[in-house]
Structures are given as C-alpha cells and as structure tokens.
C-alpha cells in the first residue's frame, strides 16, 4: 500500500473520505488559503437570513425558542450556544446528548454552560444498549464509540423535529476542517451531515439485535431523521463554521475557556494530543484514537498539528516533533477503563485492536506496535 502526506500539512491520504489535489495538497489546506477570498460579507447575509427565517417561524409556531444546537459543553458548543444568543440575538435551546459514563469535566462543563444562562435538555440513552452497542462496535469494527456517535448526532435534529424549532447551528463542517470531501458537499448545509463517514459507517438497522436484547425502539435516539421529514416540517440546519470566519478550534478553546470551560489535567502522553479541552466528556474517545492511530496511522495529535500548520503557528517540519511525540499514545489508565467498560480482560482487548492493526503501516517489535513509516514522507510497503 501507499500513504501520501499532504505537502502543505502533515495530513495523510489514510482519512477516511479525504480528498488531495493533484498537487498532494488536502482538501482542507485548500479550504484555509481559500479562506482569503471568500465573501465573508456574502456569508454573513446568508447566515442573516436563516437567522430572520429561524426568528419568524418561531414567532409563527408560537415557539420562544428558535434554534437548538447541540453541545456536549466543550469548546465549540460554548463558542456556537454564545454566539447564536449573544451576536446572533437568537434563543437557542440546548442538546444535550450525555455519553454513557459521562466524565467529572464532562458534568462540570455542561454545568457552566447552563449557569451562562441557556436551559438545556438533557438525553440520557439506555446504558445497558449503549454498552452493549459498545461492545458491538468494538468487536465488529474496532471501534468503542461509533455507535454513540449516531446518538450524538441525531439527538439534535430528532429535538429539532419533537418541538418544532426551525433552525439546528451545527458547528464545523468536517468536509472543510478535515478535508474529508469525497462524499460531503463543502456548503453551509449541515443537512450533510447525513453523508458523513461515521453516520454512514453501519446502518442503524445494523445495530438491532433482538437476540441481544436490542429492538427497533431501543435505537430511536440513535436514528437521525431523514431530509425530507426535516424540509416538510421546514427546519433547517447550518454550519456555523461556514458562516464566521473566525472560527478556529484553538480559538474557540480560548474563547471558551475565558467562559468558564475546564479541561484535562493529565499527562498529555497518556492523552495522545498536546491540547487540554479536546474530547473531554468521554474518556473511551482516547483509546479510541489509538486505535484508529493503528487503523489508519495518524491520531489526534496529527489533526492538532495540521490545524496549527494551517492557522500559521507551527512549520511542517516542526510539527513532526509534536506528532512523533503523542500521536497514538494512550495512558494504560484509559485502556483500563476501556476494559472495564467493554467487560473484557486488557488481553481480549489487545486480540481485537491487534485484528484492525495495518499491518502495511506498523510491525510488532518487542510486544508493541511500531510505525514502518516516518511521519511526513511518502511510504510505500
Ligand atoms: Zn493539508
């Protein structure tokens, strides 16, 4: 196999969906140069618009709120709640999807947000068929949280749906950010979201199992309406990322953070990212970077840097320092809690990751996987 890095940033051809240019340029370095010659005035009438629209439907349904936006209390929720109320002079109502076994952090940011003066709704699906989805997903496709993904996603929309609101303010559009294009339109629609990799991934039918206890009821969280049923009720849904151009996910961390946002305390070794306010409601969401790191042969700390490279604060060459040191690192505390969580024994655990290693990418050395390729060169095995 190949791996291409981008030759702007430090983002490998392995992402899922990711779309590079005859140049080997991804498509999210594309986006951020690009970024100079948008019509930003153009956008902001456009968000006007659905902001007037979200405002007189609401008024016509008899609905004070006009917006829901979903947050988990971490930095770009705070920064897109803030700024619908504050710039956008809407009246959201927050979504709150809790993830199974929702961190101390987790509580406390989603407690800050409220005290900032928004009610939020909080949705609490089933532990038992979260965790069983859970082992599901980690068995069959190595991965811990795919399924609570859908949850996330969908809770939003199915809100939208359940009180009528008119508008649902996603935050950033994955396809620009990521540059994971291929499949998903690059606009300000975040009906797109239908189209992303981890929505799409399995089928929500897929995940019921009336032999293990799981019917078509226990997944309704987890299904996200369809286009149509949202268009026929006349909601729509925006990226708030498309719409403001100071939108930066180190920014909204610093924005969030002078409201009140708390973040991890730890090693960042054990993290495998070199930022503190990333991921910080649930803790299966590290192991499960380093599992894609083994997967796919890049981590979080890749997309940090890549965000850092794009936004002018790191050089490519000095960015390999950060993704050598964390990328793919996981604390044994975080494998610990994963076993614990999925009920298996660290050495089951191990037979399952071992199973979506890449092998192409990484060889066994002393018991532990270790890269064949050298960050920031083109590899071929
Ligand atoms: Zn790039």
Sequence with gaps: MKMRYCKKCLQPD???GVVFDDECVCFACRYEESKATIDWDARR???QEYVDYAKSEAKKRGNFYDCIVGVSGGKDSTFQAVYAKEKLGLNPLLINCMPDEITEIGRKNIDNLNRLGFDIISIRPN???AKKLARKSFFERG???????YCLWASAYIMAMKFNIPLIIQGENAALTLGAAKNQSTDGNAFSVMQLETIRGA???SFIDPENGITENDVSFYRIPTVEEMTEKGIKA??????APEWSQVRNADFAIARGLTGRTDDLHDLGRYRRYTALDCDMQIPNQMIKYLKFGFGYATDEVCYDIREGRLSREDGKWYVNEYDGKCGQKYIDMACKYLDITESEFWEVVDKYVNRDLFKKENGKWV???TVGEDFES
């Excluded at 925006?238 to 719409?243: A, E, K, N, S, V």
Aim: aromatic share 14%; proline share 11%; hydrophobic share 45%.
């Design 45 to 47: 009438k456009e968000l």
């Design 238 to 243: 925006i990226f708030l990322q498309y719409y």
């Design 14 to 16: 392995t992402r899922p």
């Design 127 to 129: 532990p038992i068929v």
């Design 371 to 373: 890269p064949k390729f």
């Design 203 to 205: 089928k929500v039918d």
């Design 143 to 149: 991965n811990i949280i795919a399924a609570s993904e």
